[in-house]
């Protein structure tokens, strides 16, 4: 339930305490925590792309060009087998159709939900038919219009053009992938409903930069909140399902408190190139993040957000937020999305509690429309 306390809409997930004791009717007081679940086997099968786009979290890492081998892949496709139902499968690169016979063993022996994250500039006819044979869910990085994406992505969006139109006509579903940069923040709007009245995505995602130990060059956190906070209104207007937005608002729809914001954070295994694993694909180690969530961290004490926000990337947090606290980019732009969403239920329903049903009629778009994968969390599940 929603309600009006003053002249600030709140929800009991949302608000997990406020000062002092539970808004009135709040039931506010947060659930043990639960133990993460495994959600998630990522294949890093290679470190090498036939791009070399200036901000790319892999390039800047610094990792030498290694390939998976089959006997790592094998490993991926055995841990697959004895994971929990409905755990996901991501291959990932670089671009791992450059090595097209390990990327194609796995998705061909794990069972869906599977995805492919491409940039598609090598994807062929052949190719598309095999994906929805294999019933691939590919993620295409795009970054807007013809003249934004080309400035950072080593002027590649005909063929990636091209790639989509393939898998559209074979049948396949895909989502489209966008980092935020100073490239497109600007225009960000007409670039998504460009890429979305062009190509008809599942889901699209617009994502925040990485920490790396390379060039790191990111916008700054009032930039990339207010291109998310664009990229809210304009996927309320057209009803499109964009994976931070859904985040941010399926725990207030369905009254469930969201404690991590990525399956790294104890629901994910990442096999890479040279057989190492670790629980992030930033990280070459296995580490134990379960101290930097919301519901134990002091910080996050009073924040309106921490029940819709689940910490953001650790991996941020550690290197830019520093001992016991989250990285701030991400606190920002929640906490502007939540007042978003209010102000729009404030202005949709403007008198008395509203239910979650009643929620769910206006907004349930942009949390799923089902049928797949991609139309839930990619990656980032509890």
Sequence with gaps: MIWKHGNTWFDSVTLRISVGSPLEDSGAAVKPIPPAEATAVQAVVTRRCNLSCSYCNVRLSGDSPDDMTFETADRVIRTAATAPSGRLVMVTGGEPLLVPDIAFRILERTDPPKVLFTNATLITAEIASEMKLMEVSPVVSLDGTESVHNSQRCGSWASVAEGLDLLREAGVSYGISTVLGHHNWRSISAGMEQMYERFMPVSMGFNILHWTPGNFDPISAEAYTDAIGRVFITALKHGIFVDQIARRID????????????????????????????????????????????????????????GI????????????????????????????????????????????PVSRRELKKRYGMLITRGGSPLTGSIGHGE
């Design 309 to 352: 926000c689940g910490g953001g990337c650790a991996w941020d947090g550690i290197h830019l937020g520093g001992f016991g606290k989250p990285d701030a980019r991400h606190c920002m732009w929640v906490k502007h999305i939540l007042d978003l969403f209010l102000k729009d239920v404030e202005k949709h329903f403007p008198k008395g």
């Design 251 to 306: 725990p207030i729809i369905s009254g469930t408190y969201r404690h991590r914001d990525c399956a790294a954070l104890g629901g994910k295994i990442v096999f890479h190139p040279d057989g190492r694993t670790s629980n992030c694909i930033s990280g070459r180690s296995m580490e134990d993040w379960s101290q930097r969530i919301p519901a134990v961290m002091d910080y996050c004490a009073q924040c309106p957000a921490a």
